[in-house]
Protein backbone atom coordinates (compact mmCIF):
# COMPACT_ATOMS: atom_id res chain seq x y z
CA UNK A 1 0.00 0.00 0.00
CA UNK A 2 2.92 2.37 1.05
CA UNK A 3 4.43 1.58 -2.35
CA UNK A 4 1.12 2.38 -4.59
CA UNK A 5 0.84 5.63 -2.60
CA UNK A 6 4.49 6.83 -3.63
CA UNK A 7 3.68 5.67 -6.98
CA UNK A 8 0.73 8.09 -7.15
CA UNK A 9 2.24 11.10 -5.51
CA UNK A 10 5.54 10.50 -7.73
CA UNK A 11 3.21 10.79 -11.11
CA UNK A 12 1.16 13.83 -9.65
CA UNK A 13 4.41 15.73 -9.30
CA UNK A 14 5.07 14.80 -12.37
CA UNK A 15 1.99 15.94 -13.75
CA UNK A 16 2.14 19.45 -11.91
CA UNK A 17 5.94 20.06 -13.11
CA UNK A 18 4.33 19.35 -17.18
CA UNK A 19 2.91 23.07 -17.16
CA UNK A 20 6.31 24.37 -15.77
CA UNK A 21 8.50 22.75 -18.77
CA UNK A 22 6.13 24.69 -21.08
CA UNK A 23 6.45 28.03 -20.31
CA UNK A 24 9.57 29.74 -22.18
CA UNK A 25 11.86 32.20 -21.39
CA UNK A 26 11.41 35.52 -23.09
CA UNK A 27 14.97 35.66 -24.29
CA UNK A 28 14.72 31.99 -25.70
CA UNK A 29 11.71 33.09 -28.24
CA UNK A 30 12.15 36.33 -28.80
CA UNK A 31 14.72 38.38 -30.38
CA UNK A 32 14.60 42.04 -29.10
CA UNK A 33 17.19 43.21 -31.60
CA UNK A 34 14.16 42.44 -34.38
CA UNK A 35 11.62 45.23 -33.91
CA UNK A 36 8.44 44.76 -35.19
CA UNK A 37 5.52 47.22 -36.31
CA UNK A 38 2.96 45.64 -38.73
CA UNK A 39 -0.57 46.78 -39.82
CA UNK A 40 -3.31 44.47 -40.73
CA UNK A 41 -7.09 42.79 -39.98
CA UNK A 42 -7.58 41.83 -36.78
CA UNK A 43 -9.38 38.46 -36.62
CA UNK A 44 -9.26 37.19 -33.15
CA UNK A 45 -8.18 37.37 -29.81
CA UNK A 46 -7.73 34.26 -27.72
CA UNK A 47 -8.11 35.62 -24.21
CA UNK A 48 -6.34 32.66 -22.27
CA UNK A 49 -3.65 31.80 -19.78
CA UNK A 50 -0.83 32.06 -19.18
CA UNK A 51 -0.55 34.58 -21.85
CA UNK A 52 -3.54 36.16 -24.32
CA UNK A 53 -3.43 36.60 -28.48
CA UNK A 54 -3.84 38.80 -31.11
CA UNK A 55 -4.33 37.25 -34.09
CA UNK A 56 -4.97 39.75 -37.76
CA UNK A 57 -3.90 39.03 -41.04
CA UNK A 58 -0.84 41.20 -42.97
CA UNK A 59 -0.81 41.51 -46.28
CA UNK A 60 2.90 41.01 -47.74
CA UNK A 61 4.58 43.12 -50.55
CA UNK A 62 3.45 40.14 -52.73
CA UNK A 63 -0.03 40.53 -52.01
CA UNK A 64 0.12 37.49 -50.24
CA UNK A 65 -2.08 37.45 -46.48
CA UNK A 66 0.02 36.24 -43.49
CA UNK A 67 -1.65 35.37 -40.35
CA UNK A 68 0.23 36.70 -37.17
CA UNK A 69 -0.32 36.13 -34.03
CA UNK A 70 0.73 38.54 -30.97
CA UNK A 71 1.23 37.32 -27.69
CA UNK A 72 0.68 39.44 -24.89
CA UNK A 73 0.29 38.85 -21.29
CA UNK A 74 -2.27 36.77 -19.52
CA UNK A 75 -5.88 38.40 -19.51
CA UNK A 76 -5.72 39.35 -15.54
CA UNK A 77 -3.04 42.20 -17.09
CA UNK A 78 -4.70 42.81 -19.73
CA UNK A 79 -7.94 43.65 -18.24
CA UNK A 80 -6.04 46.05 -16.13
CA UNK A 81 -4.57 47.89 -18.70
CA UNK A 82 -7.94 48.73 -20.56
CA UNK A 83 -8.23 45.69 -22.31
CA UNK A 84 -11.49 43.95 -22.60
CA UNK A 85 -12.06 40.70 -24.71
CA UNK A 86 -14.45 41.89 -27.06
CA UNK A 87 -12.39 45.29 -27.66
CA UNK A 88 -11.35 44.71 -31.50
CA UNK A 89 -14.00 44.17 -34.42
CA UNK A 90 -13.15 41.46 -36.69
CA UNK A 91 -11.69 42.65 -40.21
CA UNK A 92 -10.94 46.31 -37.86
CA UNK A 93 -7.40 47.51 -39.50
CA UNK A 94 -4.46 47.63 -36.29
CA UNK A 95 -1.06 47.98 -35.77
CA UNK A 96 0.72 46.09 -33.39
CA UNK A 97 4.37 46.76 -32.35
CA UNK A 98 6.82 44.28 -30.58
CA UNK A 99 9.70 41.96 -31.03
CA UNK A 100 9.71 39.06 -33.73
CA UNK A 101 10.02 35.45 -32.84
CA UNK A 102 13.63 33.72 -33.21
CA UNK A 103 12.52 30.89 -35.36
CA UNK A 104 10.84 33.07 -38.45
CA UNK A 105 7.21 31.99 -37.92
CA UNK A 106 4.69 34.66 -37.90
CA UNK A 107 4.23 35.53 -34.21
CA UNK A 108 5.72 37.99 -32.26
CA UNK A 109 5.71 39.33 -28.63
CA UNK A 110 3.41 42.25 -28.53
CA UNK A 111 4.27 45.94 -26.90
CA UNK A 112 0.98 47.01 -27.92
CA UNK A 113 -1.95 47.23 -30.44
CA UNK A 114 -3.47 50.48 -32.14
CA UNK A 115 -6.72 50.91 -33.69
CA UNK A 116 -6.12 52.35 -36.83
CA UNK A 117 -9.44 54.21 -37.18
CA UNK A 118 -9.39 55.71 -33.85
CA UNK A 119 -5.73 55.91 -33.23
CA UNK A 120 -6.57 54.56 -29.68
CA UNK A 121 -3.41 52.49 -28.36
CA UNK A 122 -3.80 50.09 -25.66
CA UNK A 123 -0.21 49.14 -24.09
CA UNK A 124 0.98 46.02 -22.59
CA UNK A 125 1.91 47.82 -19.10
CA UNK A 126 1.20 51.08 -17.39
CA UNK A 127 -0.85 53.51 -19.61
CA UNK A 128 1.02 56.14 -20.94
CA UNK A 129 -0.67 59.63 -20.44
CA UNK A 130 -3.39 59.71 -23.12
CA UNK A 131 -2.75 56.39 -24.41
CA UNK A 132 -5.67 54.10 -24.53
CA UNK A 133 -8.65 53.77 -22.19
CA UNK A 134 -9.08 54.07 -18.26
CA UNK A 135 -9.12 50.92 -16.75
CA UNK A 136 -12.75 51.03 -15.70
CA UNK A 137 -13.57 51.75 -19.24
CA UNK A 138 -14.57 55.18 -19.04
CA UNK A 139 -12.17 57.14 -21.41
CA UNK A 140 -8.63 57.93 -22.03
Known amino acids: MKMKFSA???G??????????????????YDQSKPLTLKGKFTKLDWVNPHSW???????????VTNWAAETPPPNGLYRNG???DMFKEGEEIE???????D?????????????????????GSRPPNEG?????KGK
Open 8 to 10: MAM
Open 12 to 29: ALLLAAVPMLAHHSFSAE
Open 54 to 64: VHFDVVGPDGK
Open 83 to 85: WRK
Open 96 to 102: VTGVAAK
Open 104 to 124: GTPHMWSNGVTIVSTGVKFTM
Open 133 to 137: PSPDG
